[in-house]
Structures are given as C-alpha cells and as structure tokens.
C-alpha cells in the first residue's frame, strides 16, 4: 500500500509524504484546481496506481475533490479535520479568518502560530512544520473556493471507501461527521481520544495507526 498525503503533518510509517503547499514567503498563488493538480502529481509520483490519499483540514476538502474529479486515482480517502459543511451559518467562521489574516501581518501571524504549536507539543512533533513555514497569504483565497462548495452531499461523489478521522474535541471541524457518513455507504468515523483539530499532532501514533487500520482493509486493486 502507498500513501498520497496533503496537508497531513502526522507521518505514516511505510508511507511517501508528498508536501502539498508553498513554502514559507513563496508567492505561489492557491486555487483548488491547482491544489488537485498537485495530489495528481504525487499519486502518480507513486508509480503504484490508485493510492489512499490523506488529507488535512484544508488539505481534507482538497482531496474531496480530488477524489471527485479523478476517482481512477484514490483507492481510498482518509478525511481529518474536513467533515464540516463549508455552507451556511457554519461557514461564518471560515469568512472571519479569511477576512482577518490579511490585515495581520505575515511575520506576526508565524511568530504566534510558531509560539503557540511549541507550547501544545514537544519539538519531533512540530518541529519540521516550523522550519518549513505557512502560507498565510493563500488563506483569503484558498477559503474563498472551499466556502459554499461543500456539505454532505459531496460525499456522493466519491467512489473509494472513506475514513472521516477526527480528533474527540475538535467540535467545529467534525460537526458534520455523522451526515458526511451517512452519504457515503462506505464511509465510517472513527475518533482520536482527547484529541483536537490537530489529531495528528496531538496523538501521531493513535492517527497513524487508524490509518493504517483503514489501509489494510482497502479491497485489493486490480
């Protein structure tokens, strides 16, 4: 089994980790087209056909649609943080974070961000994630082309089984997650206890091993 991930920081042993978003001050501009593009390229990196494709937060919404758009692609799809409808009221969040980042200046933004993920986990965990920086200046875009595009019924698209992987306390990333299975005959939840949104950080091996779970029960290829 190989593993296709964007945006997913927690590593997965056995795994290729294929790094999905611009390095820190890159001026590359973001679009959910573009953000496809790039899963396409690391799934056939791969040179193995269909892979599980991981996807994080932003990253999960990325590989939505990526898996709606080329399901030869996926044999499975693992969604963490990214089983919340993006319409209506529970998008008003979103509109305000977009809105705010760019009156904040980019170097504040990554001193706080920097500060606060040294302060919730130890260094092998966040580490990496710091030296390879954030992409402030995509955030007003890359919410702009997910907000209004995405509910349950997106789930309907998807034709390769579904992992909706979530941490127990992350409450707003997860609200959606029994309508988001329940529009999907292949899908199941499954929860990092005490975990937040940042699953991965808060219990590595918890959410590797979950992945890792739904890899071995992927039907055969082929």
């Known amino acids: 089994m190989e593993y296709a991930t964007h945006r997913a920081p927690g590593r997965v042993p056995g795994g290729r980790r294929r790094p999905a978003r611009p390095r820190r001050g890159s001026a590359q501009p973001w679009s959910l087209s ?129 992992l909706i992987l979530n941490g127990e306390k992350d409450t707003l990333f997860r609200a959606g997650e029994a309508d988001f299975a329940r529009a999907h005959p292949q899908a199941r939840v499954e929860l990092i206890p005490r975990a937040r949104h940042l699953a991965n950080f808060d219990d590595p091996d918890a959410f590797s091993d979950a992945v890792r779970r739904f890899a071995r029960g992927l039907p055969a290829v082929g």
Do not use: C, K, Q
């Open 34 to 162: 573009a953000a496809t593009e790039i899963i396409a390229s690391a799934v056939d990196s791969l040179g193995r056909g269909p892979a599980l494709v991981v996807g994080h937060s932003l990253g999960g919404y990325a590989s939505l649609e990526f898996a709606r758009h080329r399901p030869e692609h996926v044999r499975g799809l693992v969604l963490a943080g990214a089983s919340a409808a993006t319409r209506g009221p529970r998008a008003v969040p979103y509109r305000w974070v977009a809105r705010l980042v760019p009156r904040v200046p980019a170097d504040r933004l990554t001193r706080w961000n920097d500060r606060l993920l040294r302060r919730l986990y130890p260094p092998e965990v966040v580490e990496a994630t710091i030296r390879s920086g954030y992409a402030f200046h995509t955030l007003p875009a890359a919410w702009g082309d997910v907000l209004g595009r995405y509910d349950a019924g997106a789930m309907r698209h998807v034709r390769a089984p579904v």
